[in-house]
C-alpha cells in the first residue's frame, strides 16, 4: 500500500474518535432529561453541570481531530 | 475546493526581529490588541455613569464579575479573592478573542496553539508557584490523594504525575481545537454552498448559520470551561485536596 493512502486511512481513522464523542453526548443529554424528569426543581442545577461535561466531551472528540491534523503535517 | 486549513496560516504584515527572535506583527497580533481595547472598551463604558441601580452595560459587566468572583469563591476558598483579578482577566480576554473570531474578515487569537499553550503554561506554572509557596515541600501529597492505602502508593503516585502533566496539554489543546475545528466545519460548509448549484445550495447555508449559532455558544462556553477549570487547577494548589 502507498504511505501516503495509509496517512489519509489514519487521518480517518483519528477523527472516527467522533464515535465515542457521540455516544458520550447522547449520555449526558439523555441523563440530563431522566433527571428533569424524575425532579424538575433541580433542572438549573443539572444544567450547568450538562454543559460542562457537554463541552468536556466534545473536546475529547476534537483531541482526535487534532491526531489528523498533526498525521497531515507529517505527511507534508 | 481550496485548503480549509489556508485560514489559519499567519503571515507577518509589519516584519520585526529581535535579537534573532521573530517577533513579527502578524494578524493574531493585531486581534489581540483589539480585543485587549474591547474588553478595556467594555468596563469603561459599563462604569462610565455608576448607578446604585445597575442598568444596561452595567448591569451586564456586574453580572459577569459577579458570576466570576462566585466561581473563584466557590473553589478556592476565601484566599481566592487574591486570585479574582487574575481569573477575570483571563475569561473577559479569551471570551473577547472568541468572539471577535467569529466576525467576517477577522481572526481567531485562540485557534493558535501558541496563544492556548502560553495561556496554559501561566495557569499551570501558577498552580505550582501557589501550590509551593503555600504548603512548601508538603506540596508533594497533592501526588497521593487522601486515604489511599500504602500498598497503592506506587500505582497511585505515576498516575497522579501523568494526571498533572496532563492538565496544561489538555487546557491548551481543548480550547484550540473547539475553535479551531468550528471554523474549519464553517468554512467547509461555506464552500460546499459556493460550489453547489443553487437549488441544493441553500442546504448547507442553512447549516452555516445553525453551525455559526453553535459556534457563538461554544465560544462562551470554551472561555467558561478554561476559565473553571484555571479555578480548579489553583484550587487544587491552595487547597491540597
Known sequence: MDSSAAALLGMGIAAAGFGGAGIGIGYIFGKMIEATARQPAAEAKVGKYMWIGFALVEAIALYGLVIAFIIMGLRG | MENPLEHFELHPLIPLSL???????????????????????????????????????????????????GLVVENMGPLGHKFFPFIATLFFFVLFANLLGLIPGAYTVTSQLMVTGFFALVVYGLSLVVGFALHGLHFFTILAPAGTPGWLLP???????????????????????????????????????????????????????????????????????????????????????
Open chain 2, 19 to 69: 535579537f534573532g527572535i521573530d517577533i513579527s506583527i502578524n494578524k493574531a497580533v493585531v486581534m489581540m490588541w483589539i480585543a485587549s481595547g474591547l474588553v478595556l472598551l467594555f468596563f469603561s463604558v459599563a462604569t462610565k455613569r455608576r448607578s446604585l441601580v445597575p442598568r444596561r452595560v452595567q448591569n451586564l459587566a456586574e453580572m459577569a464579575v459577579e458570576f466570576l468572583r
Open chain 2, 155 to 241: 500505582l497511585m503516585v505515576p498516575i497522579e504525575i501523568i494526571s498533572q502533566l496532563a492538565r496544561p496539554v489538555t487546557l491548551a489543546v481543548r480550547l484550540f481545537a473547539n475553535m479551531t475545528a468550528g471554523h474549519i466545519i464553517l468554512i467547509v460548509l461555506f464552500s460546499l454552498m459556493m460550489t453547489a448549484p443553487v437549488y441544493i445550495g441553500w442546504m448547507p447555508f442553512g447549516f452555516t448559520v445553525a453551525i455559526y449559532g453553535l459556534e457563538l455558544f461554544v465560544a462562551f462556553i470554551q472561555a467558561y470551561i478554561f476559565t473553571i477549570l484555571a479555578c480548579v487547577y489553583l484550587g487544587d494548589a491552595v487547597k491540597l485536596h
